[in-house]
């Protein structure tokens, strides 16, 4: 990538952070999206349910069915009847109309139904709607003129048009009632002529339906004629329609409650996560002053844990600020020393013309610059590791191996009559644990060279394995000094040097202990440092101890 597509790429990172940086955040919605969501799954599992209900219309076809199988018994009783009491004979042709009509007045009268006869020819010979009975006339009052439809049956009407649109219809041909009916008219008259018992549904014009039984009148398997018997189904309407606005109300009722619940639970949803947000905005905002997130620690939920969380992490980005705040005024003190050697050095330089002076200061440059390039070259590894253990995968590490291989290294470069450096020999596979190789291999480089510089020639250095629980630890002991008193802290801390006096000053950064603890507890371990105890008290030397967790 050349430069001028590096300068435009981060251009372009930067337009689209400072974008998303303006976006406004929509804190204060009058109703969350979140609870509409909720409420209106919930209210949709509830529509379905009653719209089912109401679209199947299965009550109405089992009241009909019901209807029509009390109407066939009914209708065979009656034409039994006529054809044993209204034909004129054994040798009888057709039906004697005078007992016919008095058992229709008899047997149907009562009823609301309505019997029609049809000769063979298909003439019709007499219909119940118009044979004297015991009918009565009925008075009903009209409405008033100016009478006002109430709100509630006005609700009703507008809940049944409703219905009736969205209801499954049953398919059925129109109603036959005109004067001069012939029994050509009826396709179940037809049907009975021919001896078969037939039933057919029919529609109103009003669009109510009727059910029609035609039943062939016999006289010893002779067909005198046919009865059709209909009946209204005014009743099963009214009936249906009752339950249909019972379920309406109970749906209404359902679904209230739904919405109420659904309201309460996205109250208890919503408004900690908007506070939360809320919060989460203020600490994006804040300058030089500290936003705490807001712990619900009376809530055992996920969001409970959600806000704890958000409030470590919170907490662990200003311990971060602070560690690089500090590692920044580390870095500055550092470098000005150096720097301020360098300086007296070549203000010296200028004031003498003294060749041995001279050399003595050149070669005090030159040691300044190489440690500045010491510094810089540490500060750099320290300021990326970091990012980079958070960037990387994690993978399955035999520690024994590992080390194996390692201490087998410093027995190759070590000259003869330096340090020593020992590992007994462990089984594979024994002490496994999940990390960066690259990084943890740093970490014992540092530990070891560490031992080796405070060891006198010929000393050993001991690299030993243990297991405890579900921990591995890792020791690495020396034959030196040990640590001074009080410092087994401070020898991790950032540029803290505690070096022997042979070694030349500034030959290390007081960085490697540092960087060791930042990886081992990036890979949730431990690290600490203590002496080694002999008799009568003598230090024996000092012990670096690791522990880290066994991968699963």
């Keep these: ?91 009888a042709v057709d039906i004697d109309l005078a007992p016919a009509r008095q058992i229709l007045t008899r ?170 947000a809320r919060a989460a905005e203020r600490v994006r905002q804040a300058i030089g002053r500290e936003e705490n997130i807001p712990e619900f620690a009376e809530r055992m939920d996920e969001i409970g844990d959600l806000s704890r969380s958000l409030s470590d992490m919170t907490q662990a980005l200003y311990n971060q600020i602070d560690r690089v705040e500090q590692f920044a005024a ?21 004031m003498t013309d003294k060749p041995d002076v001279q050399a003595k200061l050149f070669a005090i440059l030159r040691d300044d610059v190489k440690r500045i390039d010491r510094l810089i070259t540490d500060i750099s590894n320290a300021s990326r590791l970091e990012a980079e253990l958070t960037r990387a995968q994690t993978e399955p590490v035999d520690l024994a191996v590992m080390l194996g291989v390692l201490v087998e290294s410093y027995e190759t470069t070590q000259n003869s009559g330096e340090v020593e450096v020992v590992l007994d020999e462990y089984e594979p596979n024994v002490f496994m644990i999940a990390g960066v190789e690259a990084r943890l291999g740093q970490v014992w480089c540092n530990l070891i060279d560490n031992a080796i510089s405070f060891s006198p020639r010929g ?29 087994e802290e401070k020898i991790f801390s950032r540029f803290y040097s505690e070096r022997p006096d042979t070694e030349d000053f500034g030959k290390h950064s007081g960085l490697g202990l540092a960087i060791s603890r930042q990886v081992v507890e990036a890979h949730s371990g431990m690290i600490r440092a203590e002496n080694r105890i002999g008799e009568n008290a003598t230090v024996l030397g000092a012990r670096f101890i690791v522990e880290l967790p066994m991968s699963a």
């Excluded at 243990?466 to 020396?478: A, G, L, P, S």
């Design 107 to 276: 047997l149907v009268g009562p009823t609301d139904n309505r019997a029609r006869l049809f000769a063979t020819d298909g003439r019709m010979i007499a219909d119940s709607r118009f044979l004297a009975g015991d009918k009565r006339l009925v008075e009903e009052e009209l409405p008033a003129l100016d009478a006002q439809i109430s709100f509630d049956e006005q609700l009703e009407d507008a809940v049944h048009r409703l219905l009736d649109s969205i209801t499954e219809r049953i398919e059925a041909p129109p109603s036959v009632d005109r004067p001069g009916m012939r029994g050509e008219d009826f396709l179940e008259v037809m049907a009975a002529l021919e001896g078969e018992t037939m039933t057919q549904l029919r529609v109103r014009e009003d669009g109510r339906y009727i059910i029609n039984i035609a039943v062939p009148v016999q006289r010893f398997r002779r067909i005198l004629g046919v009865m059709l018997l209909t009946s209204q189904t005014d009743d099963i309407d009214a009936i249906v329609r009752q339950e249909q606005m019972l379920t309406v109300k109970v749906f209404v009722g359902a679904l209230v409650l739904t919405l109420l619940l659904s309201f309460f639970l996205g109250r208890t949803l919503v408004r900690p996560i908007r506070v939360l």
């Design 459 to 487: 000393a050993k250095v001991t690299v030993t394995l243990e297991r405890q629980d579900r921990w591995v630890i890792v020791m690495v002991d020396d034959e030196g000094p040990g640590l001074p008193e009080g410092a």
């Design 1 to 91: 990538m050349t430069e001028t597509e590096h300068k435009r790429k981060s251009a372009q990172g930067r337009r689209r952070r400072a974008k998303q940086s303006a976006r406004p955040r929509h804190y204060s919605r009058g109703l969350s999206p979140l609870m509409v969501r909720i409420m209106a799954v919930n209210a949709i599992a509830l529509i379905i349910l009653v719209g089912g209900v109401l679209y199947l219309n299965q009550f109405r076809a089992n009241l009909i069915g019901e209807r029509i199988r009390t109407l066939t018994v009914q209708a065979q009783i009656i034409a039994g009847a006529l054809g044993e009491s209204a034909a004129g004979g054994p040798e």
């Design 330 to 350: 580390d870095v500055a003190h550092e470098i000005k020393n150096p720097l301020s050697s360098m300086r007296s050095a070549l203000e010296t330089l200028a």
